[in-house]
């Protein structure tokens, strides 16, 4: 008897793809931003997630993308520090494309780096 995925009895025949990890994590107390790294023909991207999470009646963690009047500055910060990031990351890239290696200013080890135009 064939199922839904071609194979009799129910096994799947195909390997999972590893899950993707997101390429940075800022916290401030139950606020985060999670940066995901995406892959394109001409270069990476980066992605933000902005979330709140909270314990619901059950004690359960969940997450929320809603967010109250005293989390707008933290949520300002995190926006900010995510910014700042991908931006070090994105010199890093076209640093790293450019000559095949890194300046020693573009490591992210807390040094700004150069605006990068868009």
């Not at 059950?58 to 933290?74: E, H, I, K, T, V």
Request: proline share 4%.
């Amino acid at each position: 008897m064939a199922t839904k995925n071609g194979t009799r009895g129910g096994a799947a025949t195909t390997q999972e793809a590893p899950k993707q990890r997101p390429a940075q994590t800022i916290r401030y107390g139950r606020l985060k931003a999670t940066i995901w790294r995406q892959e394109s023909d001409k270069c990476p991207w980066y992605c933000v997630v902005l979330a709140r999470t909270y314990r619901d009646q059950a004690g359960n963690w969940q997450s929320s993308g809603s967010f109250g009047r005293d989390d707008l500055l933290l949520v300002a910060k995190l926006a900010d520090q995510a910014h700042s990031w991908i931006c070090r990351e994105m010199a890093r890239d076209a640093g790293a494309e450019g000559n095949g290696q890194l300046a020693e200013d573009e490591e992210g080890l807390g040094h700004e780096t150069e605006p990068i135009p868009f």
